[in-house]
Structures are given as structure tokens and as C-alpha cells.
């Protein structure tokens, strides 16, 4: 095996492979067969061929079950990655101990712990959900501890992204084509989901080439969730809804955009969900004869429309939208419109609130908003709470 990095290639033949491919750049292993192994790759290419086989050496964590214990068929909490993609019962899981030849007070042991882990068995979660979750928990550390409820969760991650995609085509409408926008014509929202997505972007290639996976997954995951999903997809709706024409044909476009680049930042973590929505996204047919699959796209880089100041303000604005909500969940019955009054503590609140009245609007599911320095303006029977130096959020019961 420590022949492995330039044996394959046809040494000691000068191969064109060999000359090709060694020495290589990266070695990814796991910590507990870094002397057993890699040490003995280095010191055989050094003595056979004079170099070593690789520059860096990427060790993987170890995956534990979720209480921390290495996994033992003994323990019953060996967990198959199959099992977790096609998903499988707990009489299933029973029946895989068959196959461990424990005894009886072994076997008996490992049944009550998958009972205990896995009452319901584990459900399918899909190959995209298992991969990405291990590329999130990936944050250099020695150990995992595999909690197939968090892949369940990014499972749902993925049916978050399916059906903001099937609203952003049926919004699409007949005959689009995507065409370049021209940024300073763009709304303070669309700006906004352009800065966010090239920081996603940052991060991305940044943790590529320092190897951290698991910040990679938390942007693009954040990207995905929180700004273009809960955020920017829930501004655009009303413009929808509108007779705006010109509004809505650059918010199709600005959508287009974070659709096609979000999909290639995600497509090395969930390949098979990304390809398949790539394919249903309505380019131009001589696209598809450049670029026939996303897995031969281009990774996005330096889109450069990163605007600090701009996401600020939106980041003010949403803890404002969150006091709102978390108002009327105490205090309104669900799905409820209120009147909802914001009395500013600073003019320079006042007017970046009122910059963002209509977002603010939307988002907080508000019926009116009024938005003032002047505290006076408030009615008679609000709830009433403040968000710090910003403002005094009151709504009307």
C-alpha cells in the first residue's frame, strides 16, 4: 500500500499517467492510519522516486454515534450510510444484528440501544442530505458525533430548496430569457440579495482552498435558508402580485441570477439535487449546448457586489421584523394582520426604516405601518417593546 501514489501509474515505467499525475497535491485520510500509512507512502516515494507523492495532507474526522461512542456491533449503533440515504425500520435494523454473530446477551444489548436511537428506524434522508451533513459537521474536528436527526434536517434543507425553486419558475412566466441587468437600477432589496450571495461566495472559495468544508456549507446554507428563501424570495411576492411590469421583469432576472449561481455554489455538496433543478432552469437552448450539466459549470467567484452598509441596514431592519413577530405570536391569534407603529429613536433610523417600509410591511404580515420619530403618533391600546437604540415597536390589540 505504500507503493500506492505512483504504483497504479505504471512505475517504474515513464508513463505518461506518471508524469502526469505524480506527484499529487492532496492526500485526504482519516488521523488513525496517519503512521500505519501515510508515513510509509512518503518515506517509499522518497527512497523509489526521490519526491514525495503529496504537498498536503487532509485528515478527516472520525464518526461516532451521537452520544460520543465509537461504533460497536456489540452497541447495535453501528449506523449504514444505506440505511440513512434509502432510509429502514427498526425490525430492519434488528435483523441486520442477525449478521454479527453476537450472542444472546450481546444481541440483546444492541437491540435495546437502536430501540433507544432509533425508535421509529431512521428515515430516508437521500445521498445529498448525508453528504452535506458531514461536510458541516467536517470543522477540523477529531471526532463526529452523527446525529441522524440533523441529517433529517438538512433533508428538509433540501425540500426548502425545491419548492422555492417551483415558486421561481412558476413566476418565471412564458418565454423568459435571462439578460444582464444593470446594477444601479436595481431596487435596495435586489442589491441587497446580490451582496449577500457574492459574501457567500467569498466564504465558499475561501474555505475551498483552506480545506474548511464546514464553513463552506454554513454559507451557502445560510445563503440559501435565511436570505434568498426567508427573505428576499417573501419581498418579491407583492411585486409579483403587482402591475409593475418593469419591477417584475428585473426581479425575474436578479431571481435567475441567485438561482443559477446558488446552485453552483451548493452542486459540490448535493450534486444530484442541484443537476436536477439546473436542468429545469429556463436558459436560453444554446446554454445547454456550452454548458450541458452543472457539473461542468463554472464555480462562482468574484461577483464583487458586496455592499456592507447595505446589509446593515437590512440586518437592523430584521431584528425589528423579528420583535414584530415575536409580539404578535404572544399576543395576536395566528396569521392575523395587525397595525403595527414604530416610533424611531434617531432620524437616521427613521429614514432607513422608511426606506424599507414596504419590506418591513411584508415580512412582519403587517395590515398598516406607521413609521415616525414622534412617539405621540401611537394609539391607545398597543403592546408595546423596544429594540434597543433603534426603535419602540408597538402593535394594536
Known sequence: SGLLPFSTFGWPEETLE?????????????????????????????????????KNIMLHSMIRDSHGRKMSKSLGNIIDPIDVIEGIDLQGLHKQLSLYNLDSGELEKAMKG???????G??????????????????????????????????????????CFRFSLSNFGDGFTFSEFIYKNLSLIDRWILSRLSYAEEIANSSFS??????????????????????????????????????IHTSRQVMFFCLHHGLCLLHPFMPFLTEELYQR????????????????????????????????????????????????????????????????????????????????????????????????????GCVTTTNMHLCDVHILL
Open 114 to 120: 437502536q430501540a433507544k436511537d432509533f425508535p421509529s
Open 281 to 380: 432552469l429556463p436558459f436560453d437552448p444554446s446554454h445547454f449546448q456550452k454548458i450541458p450539466s452543472i457539473c461542468v459549470a463554472h464555480y462562482p467567484h468574484n461577483l464583487g457586489q458586496r455592499c456592507q452598509s447595505l446589509e446593515d441596514e437590512i440586518s437592523s431592519v430584521m431584528s425589528t421584523v423579528n420583535i414584530i413577530r415575536s409580539l404578535k405570536t404572544d399576543y395576536v391569534p395566528t396569521k392575523t394582520k395587525v397595525n403595527v407603529f414604530l416610533s424611531c429613536h434617531s432620524p437616521e433610523v427613521n429614514q432607513t426604516y422608511n426606506q424599507f417600509h414596504d419590506l418591513i410591511k411584508t415580512l412582519s404580515n403587517s395590515s398598516e405601518l406607521i413609521i415616525d420619530t414622534d412617539a405621540s403618533m401611537v394609539p391607545v
Open 210 to 247: 483552506n480545506y474548511d468544508l464546514s464553513s463552506a456549507t454554513t454559507s451557502i446554507y445560510n445563503f440559501w435558508l435565511y436570505d434568498f428563501c426567508d427573505i428576499y424570495i417573501e419581498a418579491l411576492k407583492p411585486i409579483f402580485y403587482s402591475s409593475n411590469s418593469e419591477k
Open 122 to 163: 431512521i428515515p430516508e434522508c437521500g445521498s445529498d442530505a448525508l453528504r452535506f451533513t458531514l461536510c458541516a459537521y467536517s470543522g477540523f474536528k477529531k471526532d463526529i458525533n452523527l446525529d441522524v436527526l440533523r441529517v433529517q434536517g438538512y433533508r428538509c434543507f433540501c425540500n426548502k430548496i425545491w419548492n
Open 18 to 54: 506518471l508524469s502526469a499525475f505524480y506527484p499529487n497535491t492532496l492526500l485526504e485520510t482519516g488521523y488513525d492510519i496517519l503512521f500505519f500509512w501515510v508515513a510509509r507512502m512518503i518515506m517509499l516515494s522518497q527512497q523509489l522516486t526521490g519526491c514525495i507523492p503529496f
